[in-house]
């Protein structure tokens, strides 16, 4: 079992910036993919970023060149940097983690809102 926490979502001005952080903890965090989603009201999940397990990073097209992705293995915790911040960046970010073997299975955090004021 897999418990991801996010934290560090707010409110925050246009063009402002925030850092959002995923505590994972589990007995195995081995993964394919771990990343960051969003979904706004009213809208489906879509990605922002998220790591292979080989370490290529992909990020959604409104998220380059504005956010970046990044892990510490060491301390277990998944980040996103997220700069120059839009209104229609608002959301509620989830943290995601991925894993194909033995089986297919996807584990999610609560989520954590964002909220970009224009």
């Known amino acids: 079992q897999v418990s991801l926490v996010e934290s560090g979502g707010g409110l925050v001005q246009a063009g402002g910036s925030l850092r959002l952080s995923c505590a994972a903890s589990?007995?195995?965090?081995?993964?394919?993919?771990m990343g960051w989603y969003r979904q706004a009201p009213g809208k489906q999940r879509e990605l922002v970023a998220r790591?292979?397990?080989?370490?290529?990073?992909d990020y959604a097209g409104f998220a380059k060149g504005r956010f970046t992705i990044s892990r510490d293995s060491a301390k277990k915790t998944l980040y996103l940097q997220m700069n120059s911040l839009k209104p229609e960046d608002t959301a509620v970010y989830y943290c995601?983690?991925?894993?194909?073997?033995?089986?297919?299975?996807?584990?999610w955090g609560q989520g954590t809102q964002v909220s970009v004021s224009s």
């Open positions: 995601h983690l991925g894993r194909l073997l033995p089986m297919n299975i996807d584990y």
């Open positions: 589990g007995s195995n965090l081995q993964f394919n993919t």
């Open positions: 790591f292979f397990s080989d370490g290529i990073i």
